[in-house]
């Protein structure tokens, strides 16, 4: 899937680092996604950002902070990770029409995610 | 939330057609019928969407009764290369069911034999 990119592929980090994932989507669409997915677990959404705007925060706890800067990027900050956070962390784009306007229903497009170890 | 149910497994053999059945009983009328296929350390891939009737792409098949209340995925021949897991999900991302397209169950994990 070359439409959304997700960097890096893979990260190890101990739990006091600071780090950053990065998603970039290249489809034009207008909403971006986080998911979490633990080893033999469904996917968790986490975050939902349409028009560069938050919308959704999956009760997910403050050591995640995400960030939209505009429509084709998406971050995910990350900082005092706790061992179970270890996990895939997928990052999804796609278009979606205005509140109450139903035109069309854009599917979900994946990057191959970030594999996270905390140590 | 609205909960849709899948097998949890299917065993096959390569060649066979494979049907796998969801179920999502509280359907709204606004709602899209989405498939992905999902390989380890991947991100899930769309398969197909549809609304009513019958859907066919390049890949599979999607079947949907009058009533909506189930779909049925078709995968055509299969090949080692469609071992994965498979997700159904109902909504409409720019309705107020759009938080259901959004959640993933824990789909059927297909295994294709040789």
């Known amino acids: ?119 | 939330l609205a909960k849709t149910t899948q097998p949890i497994s299917m065993d096959s053999y390569e060649g066979q057609e494979v049907n796998i059945t969801c179920s999502h009983n509280n359907i709204a009328t606004n709602d899209y019928i989405t498939w992905y296929q999902q390989f380890p350390s991947q991100g899930p891939r769309f398969i197909i969407q549809g609304y009513k009737t019958k859907v066919t792409n390049e890949v599979a098949s999607l079947f949907i009764p009058a009533d909506r209340k189930s779909s049925t995925l078709s995968l055509p021949r299969v090949s080692l290369s469609d071992t994965a897991v498979y997700y159904c999900l109902v909504g409409d991302l720019g309705m107020d069911t759009g938080r259901r397209a959004l959640t993933f169950g824990s789909g059927t994990r297909l295994q294709v034999q040789p």
Do not use: I
């Open chain 1, 1 to 119: 899937e070359t439409g959304v990119t997700q960097t890096p592929r893979h990260l190890v980090m101990g739990m006091t680092n600071k780090k950053s994932l990065k998603c970039e989507q290249h489809l034009g669409h207008n909403a971006m996604y986080w998911y979490k997915q633990s080893a033999k677990k469904p996917l968790e959404l986490m975050f939902v950002y349409n028009f560069k705007e938050q919308t959704e925060n999956n009760s997910v706890p403050s050591r995640f902070s995400p960030e939209c800067p505009n429509s084709s990027h998406l971050f995910l900050h990350l900082h005092t990770l706790q061992p179970e956070d270890s996990a895939l962390y997928l990052c999804a784009s796609s278009q979606v029409p205005p509140a109450g306007y139903r035109s069309y229903n854009s599917p979900l497009h994946f990057g191959n995610g970030t594999r996270l170890t905390v140590t």
